[in-house]
């Protein structure tokens, strides 16, 4: 493994250098053989060799590993020191397209940011997180991606003793809105202009030489969260702990410790067991990544206009207020496709409006109600029209949506098959997800298996994976969710 490690050697301050902690027996259980070889990672000596690595037990030669340091509103408040408590960067690695990726454990042991946590983690949130974010990668969607699930060969202590793991998982960096809050928290202006030069250098190489970079900077930022929550939205995807601390300023989705994906289409959807106010509810979304870009512009206040700090809030209020509309053009995009609109119309968003309102009355399926669309275009939308438990309100929105398609150009074939290839059949189900980690925690990991094969392959229809697209049965109790486990 050639480690870069510029985050160690470029951001001092923000970070505490740590070692991971001995495990009586690591395992790789599951590797990530694609990812691997996207990081010129040796497969074979990964398998004979990695897990001690891995997981953190042994300091690969040329790594300088370290807890990342940040702050971040969590649910609204503000905590001035958080940090990596059960998580250890060993460095970047240089990809086969040249771009440096993170290599970061969660479950590696306690650090100085473990706040009386145990630095560890359990079986089955590693496999969850491994599962869906995989899952959203191949779904489109900016995401850390998982490398590898580690058994560390001890039992961890939560509500019972459960086998304990590693994930080790690669990100374009771990750079959150927190990491800023950190330092503007703390420093003057100086370290807070490393770690935008720094940011600026690993994702916006372009805004490098800019006299304004930093308001540009942030203008980037806005744009990939707005871009990023358009995708979750799209899939009926809530990630559950939306704190500024778990928002990348890479656009990527980071922790995927509570989120579900919707069954039936409902704005108020909350799985999350501490969320009792549905602050991170699935409709709440983009006016949350919102907020949470606001807390970024705040730290980068010094940055943009140092001798005028009245200069540098209205134009990072400008930079904010385009949010609402940025978002909204990738969603519109997204929803259109999903309906297999070519072409834009000023109607289409009360097209799209309508079928939402028929789906949250109807309690409809929100990933098959879209999958099923196709069929309205291939002209058999019995299987769609059955998704509604009184159709009268979706027949008049289904001739409504007909006559939308007779202005489009594509013949019906292409464009059902369009369709197919955004609106995914296989997303990872709750209740799918759950009997994988339970048998998991037996040892067990065939219907992981299964399951990450189907939803990384999820827009092509498979006999073999047949219920592997339904959602929870009618009646079943509110699935729930936990952090930080
Ligand atoms: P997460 O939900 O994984 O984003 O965790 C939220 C915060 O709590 C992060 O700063 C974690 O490092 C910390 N944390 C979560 N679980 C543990 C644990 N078992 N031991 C120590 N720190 C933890
Ligand atoms: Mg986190």
């Known amino acids: 493994m050639q480690f870069q490690n510029s985050y160690a050697s470029e951001l001092e301050g923000c970070y505490v250098p740590w070692q991971g ?46 807890a990342m ?9 503000f905590s001035p020191q958080l940090g990596d408590g059960r ?13 440096l990726r993170d290599l970061h454990l969660k479950g590696s042991g306690a650090t100085p940011f473990s706040r009386g946590g145990d630095g560890k983690a359990a079986l089955g949130p590693v496999l969850r997180e491994y599962l869906v974010g995989e899952a959203m990668h191949a779904l489109g969607v900016p995401t850390t991606r998982a490398l590898a699930a580690v058994a560390t060969g001890e039992q961890v202590a939560r509500d019972t003793l459960l086998p304990g793991a590693v994930l080790a998982r690669v990100a374009s960096s771990h750079i959150r809105v927190g990491t800023f809050q950190f330092l503007a928290a703390r420093q003057g202006a100086d ?14 190489a372009d805004l490098a030489d800019s006299s304004d970079r930093y308001f540009e900077f942030l203008q980037r930022v806005i744009a990939r969260q707005a871009a990023l929550v358009a995708h979750w939205m799209r899939l009926g995807f809530v990630h559950g702990v939306m704190n500024t601390d778990n928002t990348t300023i890479s656009g990527e989705t980071i922790d995927y410790g509570p989120c579900a994906f919707l069954d039936a289409y409902d704005e108020r959807t909350v799985f999350s067991s501490i969320d009792h106010g549905g602050r991170y509810a699935y409709g709440n979304q983009p006016a ?15 940055l943009i206009d140092a001798a005028d700090v009245d200069a540098a809030v209205a134009r990072a209020t400008e930079a904010l207020q385009a949010f609402p509309g940025v978002y909204q053009g990738y969603w519109l995009d997204a929803m259109r496709s999903k309906l297999g609109l070519r072409t ?32 309205i275009v291939r002209q058999q939308p019995a299987a769609f029209v059955a998704i ?44 799918k997800v759950e009997d994988a980690l339970s048998q998991a925690h037996t040892g067990d990991l065939s219907a992981f298996d299964r399951l990450l094969d189907a939803v990384t392959n999820p827009y092509e229809a498979r006999a073999d994976l047949s219920g592997y697209e339904l959602g929870a049965p009618p009646g079943a109790a509110p699935y729930r969710t936990f952090c930080g486990t």
């Open 87 to 99: 998580a250890l960067l060993l460095g970047e690695l240089r990809d086969r397209k040249g771009q």
């Open 388 to 431: 509604f438990n009184e159709p009268a309100a979706v027949l008049a929105w289904m001739d409504r949506y007909r006559a939308r398609l007779a202005q489009e150009p594509l013949d019906e074939r292409t464009r059902a098959a369009e369709m197919d290839r955004v609106n995914p059949l296989y997303i990872p189900r709750n209740d």
């Open 21 to 66: 902690a001995e495990v009586p027996a690591p395992t790789i259980l599951r590797l990530n053989e694609a990812l691997a070889e996207e990081l010129s990672l040796d497969v074979a000596m990964l398998y004979a060799e990695g897990a001690p690595i891995l997981c953190g037990a042994h300091k690969p030669a040329g790594s300088q590993p370290l």
């Open 69 to 77: 340091a940040y702050a971040g509103h969590q649910f609204g408040n």
């Open 191 to 204: 370290g807070l202009r490393r770690l935008a030069d720094y940011s600026i250098a690993r994702h916006f």
């Open 344 to 375: 834009a119309q000023d109607d289409d968003l009360t097209l799209i409006n309508a079928l939402l309102e028929c789906m949250g009355d109807a309690g409809a399926d929100f990933t098959l109600t879209f999958r099923r669309a196709a069929d």
């Open 288 to 302: 949350v990544a919102q907020w949470n870009l606001a807390r970024l512009a705040e730290a980068l206040l010094p």
